[in-house]
């Protein structure tokens, strides 16, 4: 679930980009592995969840996977993009960390 997302289109929400692999015993129907999927949501959900979005800077991300008798449930999250100054202080101190291994390592 590491590069898969979910995005709204058409007022249905759908997650992209996970792989699924196809049924081993299948035959020349099986489905693409990495096709685009439709989640199974209510109105009122969709609605929720376009009303999130639709916020400048927010994201729909899928957070975890998991197995309900013959259903296959993902657990949404709405995921807020970091400001540069945050990526400059995490950058910063991935640096200063990398000087103090490199300092130590060489005593």
Do not use: C, W
């Not at 289109?9 to 692999?21: D, F, P, Q, R």
């Amino acid at each position: 679930m590491k590069d898969s997302y979910a995005g709204i289109k058409n007022g249905e929400v759908y997650l992209y980009s996970m792989h699924i692999s196809p049924y081993e015993q299948g035959n020349i129907f099986n489905k693409d592995p990495l096709r685009d999927r439709k989640l199974l949501l209510n109105k009122r959900e969709i609605h929720k969840l376009i009303g999130l979005i639709k916020q400048q800077g927010y994201t729909l991300v899928p957070m975890s996977l998991y197995f309900t008798g013959n259903f296959v449930k993902i657990e949404l999250g709405i995921g807020k993009g970091k400001k540069l100054y945050d990526k400059r202080e995490d950058i910063a101190k991935k640096d200063a960390e990398r000087r103090l291994r490199q300092q130590f390592g060489k005593i």
